[in-house]
């Protein structure tokens, strides 16, 4: 009969309070001196949140065709394009003036915060290549030539892994460049000889009839083949901005070759914008948009920036299509990777998209990124996992999808090969452990917001045909903002744990020997999911719920006799105090405790929705100690119900209905009407959360359970399938888990009658059901929450410029 817990007395609230904090139970003032301590404003934070908040809404603002920093060695291909008109000299001389003038110290070009052995040998040749053509910088050439003399075997230490796109293509085409130009280096070298062997290997396998006749990524690379395509059939694979597959140093090659109009605009367009240089690849509209919202959304500070992300994502959804998209807008190549961040950040956000997206991704009972790829990359994969795990009853590719990719990140995690072909980031490790852990139904936002805290990297750095940087994307500004942000959030959960501690004393719950004692655990479910600052009522509320159906709980599983526990629920049915005059102290403290609550709480109810509510809060609490008290009368008599009547009864006993129905009187901006409330969208979006959470409990629960002479789900399926064993039964079970929670999916998202933010919060309770019953019973275990209850609520985080403690005057 256990609720949202099972029965176990031994733990406290003091039980996930830090050993370095008081006990909230017995040193309040001690814990009070602690909480007015981590409130303060540090007076060496330069600059306040608003600055911050001001400052990424410009990002938004300025944000065209992608914010990227520039490649050397596409540059140099630029560079390397003869004039059109024939004077024989180059079409673009600033960008030589550019190459001379950005050679880093040590004589070579590229990345200058990260040294890739890859990197730096693609970049060079190609900037001293353009050099000697054109008869300038002999210095340089110089000095270029001798860093790469030196630093060649940097490319053996370097993992495979890493390898820039293309280089087994455009390097040895590159070193055949050189040769022809008399350029002095050690072309018989077995690290040379290999690369050409491998590009050797490579040539075998391009197919070059699809290449002239159909988009592939290698009209990414064409520089590399230039000597065996024909360029005027390639013309007509050319994208809408003149480029091919948005590559400079593709389409520069292609200029030099056919001297096409667009090709010239797009490059003349480039080289304006990024000051005679260019990047490695351009536009990345849509990839960039789309990865600032998945940051700030992971790092908890996305609610600053509603406006922004809508018209962020309305953008991309322009450019959606039934193949998906690529890192651009109008892109005639589409990918896994910017496909799946795509349809996982449009679909929560209420766009209208469907899987059948990833069909031309799939093959063999494989997924892959790219049509031809040589390897699998993990944020791809990482990216499709997430992306997967948003789906609706019967989309059986996202169902594959799920199972594929994590089968593939599990693989890798445990072999510690998460690393990628393109990004080196601070921490993918780290974010792949998150997400088989803690996979979308079970992932709580303040535990995924602290968590990212520290996973994410503010120089990360990407790989394309050279390594490269999205400032947008990965920035300090965002982590200072991020980290700020939740430490003041932090304080606030503090200061209304402490509220919430001193009302659970003054009903004298503590003083119930049979009553667990768990507002920690309680406010921690709120304040993991409801964090914002202008959701203070409704946590409380929350919180307050909660412990009143744990102590409820208790109460009618070994507080009270069958006899007690009837007339205590005709109190409640008739809102009665003077029923329970004649019962036991402990009812007469409970009947007190809930009749005291749900009225403040209907009194509170009243301001916010402007009507009376009294009757619906009482019914929410009748409705669950009716089923409460069904469940002991079946224990008391030894009656064994069928699977379905127990269902019936078993769902609303799990005693979720009076903590959410509670709540959602108190979601910001949400006005609930009775005709809402009685509709059958909301009872059936309940009714999915009580399932879950109902069947999740059974599953951790049942052997404890069995033991109290108490029903529970898995034990009635045995019975009721004699033929399969109590492993099988459990398997069943989570598939029918699984089932309704992709229900509950297509509930929360699909627009009805019922408030968005209103069908979230139901969304969140099956969420933190998920969480704490993922593994045993996380209620009623002393300490399989206490990591996550004291990372979000005790441990701040730190920042640049120290411990950020902002209050919230600061806004």
Not at 442 to 451: D, G, K, N, V, Y
Not at 558 to 586: H, N, Q
């Amino acid at each position: 009969m256990a609720k949202i817990v099972g029965h176990n007395t031994d733990a406290s609230d003091s039980d996930l309070i830090p050993e370095d904090l008081p006990s909230l139970q017995t040193n309040e003032d001690a814990f009070q001196t602690i909480i007015d301590n981590l409130c303060k404003l540090r007076e060496d934070n330069p600059r306040p949140i608003k600055e911050w908040i001001n400052t990424i809404k410009g990002y938004f603002r300025s944000m065209t065709m992608g914010n990227i920093s520039v490649s050397p060695y596409d540059t140099a291909w630029v560079a390397l394009v003869p004039a059109l008109d024939g004077s024989g000299g180059p079409q673009f001389p600033k960008s030589l003036q550019w190459i001379i003038d950005n050679q880093l110290p040590d004589g070579n070009w590229g990345e200058p915060d990260l040294f890739l052995g890859f990197d730096r040998a693609c970049n060079t040749l190609a900037c001293v290549i353009a050099l000697k053509t054109w008869g300038c910088g002999a210095e340089n050439v110089e000095r270029g030539l001798e860093f790469i003399r030196l630093n060649l075997g940097k490319i053996e230490e370097d993992d495979p892994a890493h390898m820039p796109i293309g280089f087994e293509i455009v390097f040895p085409a590159m070193l055949e460049e050189a040769k022809a130009l008399g350029l002095d280096l050690p072309y018989e070298s077995p690290i040379l000889q290999s690369i050409h062997a491998a590009r050797a290997e490579k040539m075998k396998k391009i197919p070059m009839e699809i290449l002239h006749n159909y988009p592939t990524t290698l009209l990414h690379s064409l520089e590399g083949l230039h000597k065996d395509v024909d360029w005027e059939k390639l013309l007509r694979l050319q994208c809408a901005n003149g480029s091919f597959l948005f590559s400079p140093a593709s389409t520069a090659c292609a200029l030099a070759y056919t001297k096409d109009e667009k090709c010239l605009d797009y490059l003349k367009k480039l080289l304006l914008n990024f000051d005679n240089a260019v990047p490695n690849v351009h536009p990345v509209d849509l990839f960039e948009r789309l990865w600032i919202v998945d940051r700030l959304e992971r790092l908890g500070v996305s609610r600053y920036f509603k406006q922004e992300i809508k018209d962020a994502l309305e953008y991309v959804y322009r450019y959606w299509t039934d193949f998906g998209i690529g890192w651009a807008s109008n892109s005639i190549v589409q990918d896994v990777d910017d496909t799946a961040m795509g349809f996982r950040l449009l679909r929560l956000h209420g766009f209208d998209v469907s899987e059948d997206c990833f069909r031309q991704f799939y093959k063999g009972g494989e997924f892959f990124c790219f049509a031809g790829q040589t390897g699998q990359a993990v944020t791809g994969m990482f990216n499709f996992y997430r992306a997967s795990q948003i789906l609706f009853p019967g989309e059986t590719l996202l169902e594959k999808g799920r199972s594929f990719t994590k089968t593939f990140l599990e693989n890798k995690h445990a072999k510690g090969e998460c690393h990628d072909k393109w990004i080196l980031t601070k921490d993918l490790d780290g974010e792949v452990d998150y997400a088989l852990n803690f996979p979308w139904y079970a992932s709580l936002s303040r535990i995924e917001h602290r968590t990212y805290l520290d996973h994410y990297g503010t120089n990360d750095i990407w790989i394309g045909k050279s390594l490269y940087k999205m400032p947008y994307v990965n920035n300090e500004l965002f982590l200072d903002l991020a980290k700020a942000d939740f430490n003041m959030c932090q304080s606030i959960h503090q200061k209304e744990l402490e509220e919430l501690v001193r009302w659970n004393a003054k009903c004298n719950f503590k003083e119930l020997q049979f009553a667990r004692q768990k507002s920690v655990e309680c406010y921690f479910s709120a304040a993991a999911t409801m964090f914002e600052p202008e959701m203070a009522k409704a946590r409380l509320v929350w919180a307050r719920c909660c412990v009143l159906t744990t102590v409820l709980d208790d109460y009618f599983d070994v507080g009270g006799t069958i006899e007690e526990l009837r007339l205590f629920l005709e109190a409640v049915k008739r809102w009665d105090s003077t029923l329970v005059e004649g019962l036991s102290a402990k009812a007469t403290v409970l009947f007190s405790g809930l009749y005291n609550t749900v009225n403040s709480i209907s009194q509170e109810a009243y301001l916010v929705q402007g009507r009376d509510v009294s009757h619906h809060l009482r019914y929410f609490w009748e409705r669950w100690l009716t089923s409460t008290l069904t469940e002991s009368e079946w224990v008391e008599s030894n009656y064994i119900p069928t699977m379905q009547e127990y269902m019936k009864v078993a769902e609303p006993s799990i005693a979720l209905e009076p903590i959410v129905l509670s709540t959602l009187f108190f979601v910001p901006g949400e006005l609930l009407s009775d005709e809402v409330i009685a509709s059958y969208d909301y009872y059936h979006v309940m009714q999915l959360v009580n399932h879950a959470g109902r069947l999740l409990n059974d599953i951790q629960g049942f052997k404890r359970e069995l033991g109290q002479g108490k029903k529970s789900s898995v034990g009635l399926y045995m019975i009721e399938h004699p033929e399969i064993t109590e492993v099988e039964a459990i398997a069943q079970l989570k598939n029918i888990i699984d089932n309704t929670m992709q229900q509950l999916n297509w509930e929360v998202i699909r627009p009805t009658s019922v408030p968005s933010a209103c069908k979230q919060l139901h969304f969140n309770m099956a969420r933190i059901m998920n969480v704490f019953y993922r593994r045993t019973d996380g209620f009623s275990s002393p300490t399989e929450m206490a990591g996550l209850v004291k990372k979000v609520l005790f441990e701040p985080t730190t920042c640049l410029y120290g411990t950020c403690f902002i209050s919230s005057s600061s806004y």
